[in-house]
């Protein structure tokens, strides 16, 4: 049985923990928030012994193998580390870091306390994203000439001070969202040659939309994230010999369509849950084997996927107020 533990009891974390109920021999023992109520009203939701009202708490506790991290962007790697520092292994939440610097102390941290650490990048255990990095890789729609992806829905009428459009809380689209268009192009094609990308920033400061082009010798990707409307969220990837289309919304799908010619293919691979299990079984197998890094999402493609997001902020002049 592997123990988790539940840092923040917001609302990813609820989507995650009933996903957890659905994979066996994984099991949430203990949740800790910066409220012990409400650790304890979520501990008993999900059945968990344990609630704790601090963080460090949980950390410093024997009730549980790996924390799962799910507070705002910018207390990720603090509060990685510091579960590291405790010999807990660690699955934290998206963005790993707000820029390469973080990035690289946490993977250095793993390295030295000689823990699991790993980014919940959950698209990249999705079947249907495992099964569409296949089709390409095995050249069964050709040379890949060009990719699409995007992710926006409309947030503007967030609360201000909340994570989404607070810029202390590295708010905006390109970290919450935008890192997932740029997974894709990052996993199919791999490190562009070169990045453009232009962004529209709200009244508090923070970056509302962002629209990429990568460039690589023979292919370009669009990519685009943003927070001022819905997009349709099917991604498109054709090359020489044929398309592949992801269906919506394509960083949770459940299937794909692959057009040759005339002949069209429309699968339905499926999922587990709202597809948060796969990820928690990546960490149970890894565990299980004794790896302290996932070989589907090790930490050079943590690495990679920041230096991406590094690159596309500098070229959208997309800045924190604590980076300045
Ligand atoms: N993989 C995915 O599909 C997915 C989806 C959504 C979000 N996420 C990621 O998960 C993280 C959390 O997102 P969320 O939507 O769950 O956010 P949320 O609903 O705001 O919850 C975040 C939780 O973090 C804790 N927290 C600690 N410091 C905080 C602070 N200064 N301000 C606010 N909350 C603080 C709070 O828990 P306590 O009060 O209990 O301490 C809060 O409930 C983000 O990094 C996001 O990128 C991933």
């Not at 370009?220 to 269906?247: F, P, V």
């Amino acid at each position: 049985m592997i123990r988790w533990g539940i840092v923040g009891a917001g609302n990813i974390a609820h989507t995650f923990a009933k996903d957890m109920a659905l994979v066996k021999d994984n099991a949430i023992t203990a949740v800790a928030s910066r409220n012990l109520e409400k650790a304890k009203e979520f501990a008993a939701n999900y059945n968990a012994q344990h609630a704790f009202g601090s963080y460090e708490a949980l950390f410093k506790s024997d009730t549980i193998d790996v924390v799962y991290i799910a507070t705002p962007h910018t207390s990720h790697a603090a509060l990685s580390i510091m579960a590291m520092t405790n010999k807990k292994h660690v699955l934290c939440e998206k963005p790993l870091g707000i820029n390469s610097a973080e990035v690289q102390e946490m993977l250095s941290k793993a390295k030295e306390h000689k823990v699991f650490l790993m980014e919940a990048l959950w698209t990249r255990f999705n079947p249907t994203i495992r099964k569409v990095k296949e089709l390409v890789d095995n050249g069964e729609i050709g040379a890949i000439g060009y990719l699409k992806a995007d992710f926006a829905f409309y947030g503007l009428d967030r609360d201000e001070k909340g994570r989404i459009l607070n810029p202390d809380l590295a708010g905006g689209s390109i970290l919450d969202i935008g890192i997932y268009p740029i997974f894709l192009a990052y996993i199919l094609l791999g490190m562009p040659d070169n990045i453009t990308a232009k962004s529209n920033f709200h009244k508090t400061g923070v970056e509302i939309q962002t629209s990429m082009l990568f460039e690589y010798q023979q292919a370009q990707a669009l990519l685009y994230s943003g927070l001022t409307s819905n997009s349709e969220m099917k991604a498109e990837i054709s090359g020489s010999t044929g398309s592949i289309y992801i269906k919506r919304r394509w960083h949770e799908t459940s299937g794909y369509t692959v057009q040759r010619g005339e002949e069209i293919a429309d699968v339905d691979v499926g999922k587990i849950g709202k597809g948060y299990t796969y990820e928690i079984e990546e960490v149970q197998r890894c565990l299980e084997a004794g790896l302290l890094e996932s070989k589907l999402w090790s930490h050079k493609n943590s690495g990679d996927l920041c230096t991406l997001l590094d690159t596309v902020r500098n070229k959208a002049g997309i800045r924190f107020p604590f980076e300045a």
